[in-house]
C-alpha cells in the first residue's frame, strides 16, 4: 500500500514536467458505455491525464471486432490498451498481437494477487472479476431460485419471465448460459447439449427473452418484459442502490460464473499505455472503481467502502470456466445457437 501510494504521489508531482516535455496524445483503449465509462473515466484517464496530458479514447464493441482490427493494422494497432474479457484476453494472446507485461513500467502488478497472476501468467493482468448471479424484481418473484436449476424450472412452469444474455452480448454470455447450465447438470466444454437444452425449453415455454448489450436488462426489468434476469453483481447492486428498493441480487448454488476483465497492453500501441496499466492495477484506481462498479478488484490491498463490501462476491461463491477451451469451442456453439435457439 505505502509503495502505490508513494509511485500515485510521485507521478501527480511529475505530471507538470511530463505534460511539458511531449505534445498531449490521444490513448485508444477497447471498452464499453454507460456505468463502465463512467468508472474508467474517473478512476482511469483522470489520474492518467494528471499525470501524463494523455487523454482517453474508448473504441467500442466486442472482443472479436477489436482484435480483428488490430490483426488488420500490424505496426499501427488502432487500439494501444485492451479491456478485454477472459476468452477475448486468451484469443489476444493466441493472436500474437499484445506483449508481455513490463514490470519495470507497471509496478503495481506486483501487488496484483497470485491467483490472477497464475490465470494471466503475465501476458496482461486481471483486473476486476465479477460474478453473473440472478437480480430479480422482489414485488413478481417472491421465492427466488436458490440454485440454477430452479431457475430453469421456474422459468419453464412460467413462475416468472426471465432474460438470459443473447448471442449478440458475446462469449461471455455464452460461457454464462450454455457452459454454465451444463455444468451444473455434468456437462462440461465438451458436452455442452443440457445447456442448449435447457435454453430451448425456456425460450419454447414463452417464458424466455434476451439481453445484448449490459442496458438491456434494466430496461427489460423496468418495464416488466422481464421478471428475473441472469446479470452481473456489481451492475444489479448499483440499479438497486439507485433507487430501485425492490430489485434483489442472489447468487444462485453452487456458484455465479465469474467474469474476469483483463488489461493487456497491444503490439506497437503507444507506451503510454504502460502508464495506464500501472493506474488501473493501483489500489488507489481500483478502490475507485470497485466502489462505483460493486466489482471485486484484483490488487490486494483494495480498501472497500463500508457500504459496498457487502455487496462483493467472495471468491468461493464464483465459478470459473475454462475460457481457453470455451474460445476455442466458441465457432461450434455460435453455430450451434443459431441453429437451435431462435
Known amino acids: 500500500m505505502k509503495t502505490i501510494l508513494t509511485s500515485t504521489a510521485l507521478a501527480l508531482a511529475l505530471a507538470p514536467l511530463a505534460m511539458q516535455g511531449a505534445a498531449a496524445k490521444e490513448l485508444v483503449i477497447s471498452g464499453y458505455g454507460g456505468l463502465w465509462e463512467q468508472a474508467v473515466r474517473t478512476c482511469f484517464e483522470a489520474p492518467y491525464t494528471a499525470l501524463t496530458g494523455n487523454t482517453v479514447a474508448i473504441t467500442m464493441g466486442a472482443p472479436n471486432q477489436w482484435i480483428n482490427q ?75 431460485p436458490k440454485t440454477w436449476q430452479e ?28 457452459w454454465m447450465l451444463a455444468h451444473v447438470s455434468g456437462g462440461d466444454v465438451d458436452n455442452a447439449d443440457q445447456g442448449f437444452e435447457d435454453i430451448a425449453k425456456m425460450q419454447e415455454s414463452g417464458n424466455l427473452v434476451f439481453w445484448n448489450n449490459a442496458n438491456e436488462l434494466l430496461n427489460q426489468i423496468g418495464s416488466g418484459e422481464a421478471d428475473i434476469g441472469m446479470y452481473w453483481d456489481g451492475r444489479s447492486w448499483a440499479f438497486i442502490d439507485d433507487d430501485h428498493a425492490d430489485i434483489r441480487y442472489v447468487n444462485p448454488e453452487p456458484g455465479s460464473v465469474a467474469a474476469m476483465t483483463w488489461v493487456q497492453k497491444v503490439k506497437g500501441g503507444d507506451d503510454s499505455a504502460w502508464d495506464l496499466m500501472n493506474i488501473v492495477l493501483s489500489a488507489e484506481g481500483q478502490a475507485c472503481y470497485g466502489n462505483m462498479m460493486r466489482y471485486g478488484m484484483s490488487n490486494a490491498n483494495v480498501t472497500y467502502d463500508p457500504a459496498v463490501a457487502p455487496q462483493i462476491t467472495r471468491m468461493d461463491s464464483i465459478v470459473i470456466p475454462p475460457f481457453e477451451q470455451i474460445a476455442e469451442k466458441m465457432p461450434e456453439w455460435v453455430d450451434r445457437w443459431n441453429r437451435e435457439i431462435h
Open 70 to 144: 488490430i490483426k488488420a493494422a500490424p505496426g499501427t494497432p488502432p487500439i494501444d490498451l485492451l479491456m478485454i474479457p477472459s476468452s477475448g484476453a486468451f484469443d489476444a494472446i493466441k493472436s500474437d498481437i499484445v506483449e508481455p507485461i513490463d514490470t519495470a513500467r507497471v509496478p503495481n502488478y506486483a501487488e496484483v494477487s497470485q491467483q490472477f497472476k497464475d490465470f494471466t501468467k503475465g501476458m496482461g493482468s486481471v483486473y476486476v472479476y465479477g460474478a453473473m448471479g440472478l437480480m430479480y424484481d422482489s414485488t413478481v418473484v417472491t421465492d427466488a
Open 151 to 178: 431457475f430453469v424450472d421456474g422459468t419453464i412452469a412460467g413462475k416468472w419471465r426471465a432474460s438470459i444474455p443473447g448471442l449478440d452480448y458475446g462469449s461471455s454470455g455464452i460461457a454464462s448460459t450454455v
